[in-house]
């Protein structure tokens, strides 16, 4: 009866440890798609800024040549 208990217990404890791997994995690929998410999305932003920063830049050298026309 003993052993069997042994066995029981054994077999608990390898079964959490697993258990408790499985969602250290998981919370591991959650972690990384976050943060995977959170590059693209500062890297959208920085597209974006870019975008804006070339049509201020048009917008004011139409205005300088506007300017010089008068």
């Known amino acids: 009866m003993d052993s069997t208990n042994t066995y ?8 959490t440890v697993m258990n408790l ?15 995977e998410a959170q590059s693209r999305r500062r890297g959208h932003h920085v ?15 139409q205005a300088r040549l506007a300017a010089a026309r008068v």
């Open 47 to 61: 597209v974006v800024a870019r975008r804006l920063s070339r049509r201020a830049e048009r917008a004011a050298q």
């Open 8 to 15: 029981t217990n054994t077999h608990t404890n390898r079964s």
């Open 21 to 35: 791997m499985y969602e250290d994995l998981a919370r591991a690929h959650m972690c990384r798609r976050l943060e």
